[in-house]
């Protein structure tokens, strides 16, 4: 099938027009929805994919690697998304309270324990938004997603660590 080669030129959205060409001629192919399904994951559209993927599975549901490694790496996938949005919900929402603080817009008397109570919830709303900005979703080998912390910019990494040789002209 050409779309299969055209996946492994890594030209995806010829790809994929190849693909849904396939099933336009022969919607009743479960492999060409199987490749058009795997054409979509390569271009990045993992909802598209799935949909494929259930077409597929719907012509053709004796096909085991079509459940378990197309349909499940996709709806995977699929959860590693939403959980990417979730995560930048909170960072959006973290930031907006630290931007337009509730605390800061009545007027305070400066001399009573309304300001420090204030100050303390803007401190508390700074330090979550800077945890959360310390923070990055990475995905292993295995497909599992991990919560890590990412190193200061201001530390060196490990690899500009290395002992370096110095030498010198004769």
């Keep these: 099938m050409k779309s299969q080669v055209l996946i ?4 995806v959205f010829l790809a994929v027009q190849s693909a849904e060409m396939a099933t336009r001629l022969r919607p009743l192919w479960w492999e ?3 490749t058009l399904g795997r054409a979509q994951l390569s271009l990045g559209e993992v909802e598209l994919a799935v949909r494929s993927f259930q077409v597929a599975l719907h012509m053709h549901p004796s096909e ?3 459940w378990e490694e197309d349909l499940g790496w996709a709806l995977k996938l699929r959860e590693q998304q939403k959980s990417l ?5 909170q960072e ?3 930031r907006r309270l630290l931007v337009e603080a509730p605390e800061l817009k009545s007027d305070y008397d400066f001399e009573s324990d ?10 508390e709303r700074q330090k979550q938004y800077e945890d959360l ?3 990055a979703l990475v995905v292993d080998t295995h497909g599992v997603t991990k919560e890590v912390i990412v190193e200061d910019d201001s530390e060196p990494t490990s ?3 290395s002992v370096l040789v110095k030498a010198r002209g004769l």
């Design 64 to 66: 085991r690697p079509l």
């Design 114 to 123: 309304e300001v420090i109570e204030a100050c303390t919830a803007m401190a």
């Design 133 to 135: 900005k310390k923070t």
């Design 85 to 89: 949005r979730e995560r930048e919900k």
């Design 8 to 11: 492994t030129l890594q030209e």
């Design 32 to 34: 060409a929805w199987q």
């Design 92 to 94: 959006e929402e973290a």
């Design 159 to 161: 690899s500009s660590q």
